[in-house]
């Protein structure tokens, strides 16, 4: 790790949940755009099937917020399993 490295982490924990999870997602997207990312065959196929899915409307979707409030209440019993 590099000194800037850790200062922006340092710099972004500070932040906000809200913001912090802008700044992962953002991340996450800067992953996925990556060109050299090599994928297996496995993963293109999964991926195509699921997004044959959504095509179809046989997916189940569920709404960013929903989802971040599952993430929020998992990590926030983990956190209180760990201080107990």
Do not use: C, N
Request: net charge negative; aromatic share 4%.
């Amino acid at each position: 790790m590099t000194a800037s490295f850790d200062t922006v982490l340092e710099y972004a924990l500070q932040l906000p949940a809200e913001d912090r999870s802008r700044i992962a997602s953002r991340l996450i997207e800067s992953v996925d755009e990556a060109d050299d990312v090599e994928m297996s065959p496995a993963w293109k196929a999964e991926i195509e099937s699921r997004m044959e899915s959504i095509r179809e409307g046989t997916a189940t979707l569920i709404p960013h917020d929903e989802v971040m409030a599952e993430v929020h209440r998992k990590l926030a019993a983990q956190r209180a399993g760990r201080s107990a």
